[in-house]
């Protein structure tokens, strides 16, 4: 479905968001390419969320224009968005938001059920790459937060996404959890995969090639990190 | 395809046996439901045999005649008539004949029957005194015991003609008097044997009353095998005992219908408001599925599967609970048990899950609404 070929995996142009009086994002411009690890920060209520919800299709923008690998998101239906969401994008989360019932091993498993067809031992091996493979067989509750969260980044990996978006990935974890998951993070954007987080730690965005600040739903900096720069 | 289909499986059992008390909440809902459902059913097939029997206390319901005015029955008809009725809804058979007679030249109506068979058919008879035991004992009805003034125990000459106009003339010792308030408080009874012996004519009655517990179609039935099996014998419907038996079996089949009806949509409630439960609790994995790329349709048909094992399992365990209902009923109201109609657990069954996959209808389309992007949202 999405184009191999194109030169930025995502490219929003001159959007905004609107909800009533609200300009969540107000004349947004980004374009992130393949393989890139962009951090988009800001305080509460500058539009972070509304960004990465366009971003990962679970909203609209207003007006404006987004091009996901080289295909136009505009006037999709909904039905469109979901099946882009399941090719093409692998969704973290803040909360983890795991299925209360199923173990460890089976809340991979939903993401290939949904995708295309479950397979026990690719998605034992995806919790195996992320230091899981012992805690298969167990439910949500029986783990702590950060092994909830590398369950949700195995379950967000195991349909291999061209798009990556994390949101507070590391916002409930403690430092030692934190670590481990940054970890995977920088082992998965060594491996090219194109990584987009949300954050407002600035220790997270620091691990980013760029970072993207908004402010007021408006793009207030958009820079690159010294070590890409230097590289460059 | 196969493995995903398991999954599926996987995911709604896991579903509802992870999430036990909010299954037993509704899973309980259903049960009650379907236990009534049966056990309401059942009775309603078994009322009109268990009220068929009650009702047989008001008397005969079908009275044969030969199909000639005057003709009489005789021993071959009673015969084929019993042949006719056989099966578990004859209660009792009672062949009567009436002959005129004399006491002191005043005519009265003698009438010979069976009495072990008269105490079946017509258990309303008050007797007074004792019933015929031994050849020579009679009944008085009240108002002849009052007219003659003979008391229990005491001989009474009775005398008259038969059909070959001889004359004949016998003595009774008066055992017990009747009392029903209607004709038979007028008439003399004897054993059918001393009938026969008296006026020297054996085996003929001039009409034979049955009980039986059966009603409408039921009767119908029975009257059409007794033409076949005695083409000379005209049954009759005893129509005022029949139809105050349907119409009271109408009425009560009517209510039963009502109150399942009732119970049915009371379920339906507890059903809806569980699962609208259930979504309200699982918003976010609704979400989570929908972020996760499922359709619409996919994420109601895990709810509908849900609803329908609920429905499943709900409707076993009622049908089962059901048939003991129908039989704690049965045993309390009629002092008697009945016979469990298995072949309405399926239909039991059926019908819950018919029931909870209606009820999760409304509670499925507010499952596809949520949107994802509200209720994933980090806080």
Same mark, same amino acid.
């Given at each position: 479905?999405?184009?191999?070929?194109?030169?930025?995996?995502?490219?929003?142009?001159?959007?905004?968001?609107?909800?009533?009086?609200?300009?969540?994002?107000?004349?947004?411009?980004?374009?992130?390419?393949?393989?890139?690890?962009?951090?988009?920060?800001?305080?509460?209520?500058?539009?972070?969320?509304?960004? &990465?919800?366009?971003?990962?299709?679970?909203?609209?923008?207003?007006?404006?224009?987004?091009?996901?690998?080289?295909?136009?998101?505009?006037?999709?239906?909904?039905?469109?968005?979901?099946?882009?969401?399941?090719?093409?994008?692998?969704?973290?989360?803040?909360?983890?938001?795991?299925?209360?019932? =199923?173990?460890?091993?089976?809340?991979? &498993?939903?993401?290939?059920?949904?995708?295309?067809?479950?397979?026990?031992?690719?998605?034992?091996?995806? =919790?195996?790459?992320?230091?899981?493979?012992?805690?298969?067989?167990?439910?949500?509750?029986?783990?702590?937060?950060?092994?909830?969260?590398?369950?949700?980044?195995?379950?967000?990996?195991?349909?291999?996404?061209?798009?990556?978006?994390?949101?507070?990935?590391?916002?409930?974890?403690?430092?030692?959890?934190?670590?481990?998951?940054?970890?995977?993070?920088?082992? =998965?954007?060594?491996?090219?995969?194109?990584?987009?987080?949300?954050?407002?730690?600035?220790?997270?965005?620091?691990?980013?090639?760029?970072?993207?600040?908004?402010?007021?739903?408006?793009?207030?900096?958009?820079?690159?990190?010294?070590?890409?720069?230097?590289?460059? | 395809?196969?493995?995903?289909?398991?999954?599926?499986?996987?995911?709604?059992?896991?579903?509802?046996?992870?999430?036990?008390?909010?299954?037993?909440?509704?899973?309980? +809902?259903?049960?009650?439901?379907?236990?009534?459902?049966?056990?309401?059913?059942?009775?309603?097939?078994?009322?009109?045999?268990?009220?068929?029997?009650?009702?047989?206390?008001?008397?005969?319901?079908?009275?044969?005649?030969?199909?000639?005015?005057?003709?009489?029955?005789?021993?071959?008809?009673?015969?084929?008539?019993?042949?006719?009725?056989? $099966?578990?809804?004859?209660?009792?058979?009672?062949?009567?004949?009436?002959?005129?007679?004399?006491?002191?030249?005043?005519?009265?109506?003698?009438?010979?029957?069976?009495?072990?068979?008269?105490?079946?058919?017509?258990?309303?008879?008050?007797?007074?005194?004792?019933?015929?035991?031994?050849?020579?004992?009679?009944?008085?009805?009240?108002? *002849?015991?009052?007219?003659?003034?003979?008391?229990?125990?005491?001989?009474?000459?009775?005398?008259?003609?038969?059909?070959?106009?001889?004359?004949?003339? !016998?003595?009774?010792?008066? *055992?017990?008097?009747?009392?029903?308030?209607?004709?038979?408080?007028?008439?003399?009874?004897?054993?059918?044997?001393?009938?026969?012996?008296?006026?020297?004519?054996?085996?003929?009655?001039?009409?034979?009353?049955?009980?039986?517990?059966?009603?409408?179609?039921?009767?119908?039935?029975?009257?059409?095998?007794?033409?076949?099996?005695?083409?000379?014998?005209?049954?009759?419907?005893?129509?005022?005992?029949?139809?105050?038996?349907?119409?009271?079996?109408? !009425?009560?089949?009517?209510? *039963?219908?009502?109150?399942?009806?009732?119970?049915?949509?009371?379920?339906?409630?507890?059903?809806?408001?569980?699962?609208?439960?259930?979504?309200?609790?699982?918003?976010?994995?609704? +979400?989570?599925? !929908?972020?996760?790329?499922?359709?619409?349709?996919?994420?109601?048909?895990?709810?509908?599967?849900? $609803?329908?094992?609920?429905?499943?399992?709900?409707?076993?365990?009622?049908?089962?609970?059901?048939?003991?209902?129908?039989?704690?009923?049965?045993?309390?109201?009629?002092?008697?048990?009945?016979?469990?109609?298995?072949?309405?657990?399926?239909?039991?069954?059926?019908?819950?899950?018919?029931?909870?996959?209606?009820?999760?209808?409304?509670?499925?389309?507010?499952?596809?609404?949520?949107?994802?992007?509200?209720?994933? !949202?980090?806080?």
């Amino acid at each position: 479905m999405l184009n191999p070929e194109a030169t930025f995996i995502l490219d929003i142009e001159d959007i905004s968001k609107i909800y009533g009086p609200i300009k969540a994002l107000q004349n947004v411009s980004l374009a992130v390419r393949p393989g890139e690890w962009l951090a988009i920060m800001g305080p509460s209520g500058s539009g972070k969320t509304t960004l &990465m919800n366009i971003i990962g299709c679970l909203d609209s923008p207003s007006s404006g224009r987004v091009t996901l690998d080289g295909l136009s998101l505009d006037s999709l239906s909904s039905g469109e968005l979901t099946a882009i969401r399941r090719e093409s994008i692998g969704l973290i989360f803040q909360q983890f938001h795991l299925i209360s019932y =199923l173990t460890a091993l089976e809340n991979v &498993m939903v993401a290939q059920y949904y995708h295309s067809l479950v397979d026990e031992r690719e998605a034992l091996e995806a =919790l195996e790459n992320v230091g899981l493979g012992d805690r298969a067989k167990h439910l949500p509750r029986q783990l702590s937060g950060g092994e909830q969260q590398r369950v949700c980044i195995a379950r967000a990996l195991i349909n291999h996404p061209k798009l990556l978006l994390a949101d507070e990935p590391t916002g409930n974890l403690d430092e030692t959890n934190e670590a481990l998951v940054m970890d995977i993070l920088r082992s =998965l954007h060594r491996q090219g995969s194109t990584i987009i987080v949300v954050t407002h730690a600035p220790e997270v965005a620091a691990h980013a090639e760029r970072t993207v600040v908004l402010e007021h739903g408006r793009v207030a900096r958009d820079t690159r990190s010294p070590l890409l720069q230097a590289k460059a | 395809m196969g493995s995903n289909r398991s999954f599926a499986l996987r995911m709604v059992l896991w579903s509802l046996l992870r999430r036990r008390s909010r299954l037993l909440v509704a899973l309980t +809902g259903v049960t009650i439901g379907a236990t009534v459902l049966l056990g309401l059913v059942t009775l309603c097939y078994d009322i009109p045999r268990q009220l068929g029997r009650e009702f047989r206390s008001y008397g005969a319901n079908m009275v044969f005649v030969k199909d000639v005015v005057g003709g009489r029955l005789g021993r071959e008809d009673l015969e084929a008539i019993r042949r006719g009725l056989s $099966g578990d809804s004859l209660v009792g058979l009672t062949p009567f004949r009436y002959e005129p007679v004399r006491n002191n030249m005043l005519p009265y109506t003698a009438v010979g029957t069976s009495f072990a068979d008269v105490r079946l058919t017509s258990p309303f008879w008050q007797v007074g005194g004792e019933w015929p035991s031994a050849p020579g004992q009679i009944l008085l009805g009240a108002d *002849v015991a009052e007219a003659t003034r003979i008391q229990n125990g005491q001989r009474m000459a009775i005398d008259g003609r038969n059909g070959r106009q001889e004359r004949y003339e !016998k003595d009774f010792t008066v *055992v017990g008097t009747v009392r029903t308030g209607g004709v038979e408080d007028g008439l003399i009874y004897m054993a059918m044997a001393d009938m026969e012996e008296m006026t020297r004519e054996p085996g003929l009655a001039d009409l034979a009353e049955a009980s039986l517990a059966s009603g409408g179609t039921g009767l119908a039935g029975l009257e059409a095998r007794v033409r076949a099996a005695a083409p000379s014998v005209e049954p009759r419907l005893v129509t005022r005992v029949t139809r105050s038996e349907e119409t009271v079996l109408a !009425k009560l089949t009517w209510l *039963v219908y009502l109150v399942t009806l009732v119970v049915l949509s009371l379920t339906m409630i507890c059903v809806t408001t569980t699962m609208m439960t259930v979504v309200m609790e699982r918003r976010r994995e609704i +979400g989570l599925k !929908k972020a996760l790329g499922a359709e619409n349709g996919r994420v109601a048909r895990e709810f509908l599967a849900e $609803g329908l094992m609920l429905g499943i399992l709900g409707g076993l365990i009622g049908s089962f609970c059901g048939l003991l209902f129908a039989r704690l009923v049965s045993y309390s109201v009629f002092g008697r048990g009945l016979t469990p109609e298995l072949h309405l657990v399926p239909i039991t069954v059926l019908a819950s899950a018919l029931v909870t996959i209606v009820a999760s209808l409304w509670p499925v389309r507010k499952a596809v609404d949520v949107e994802p992007a509200l209720v994933l !949202k980090g806080e």
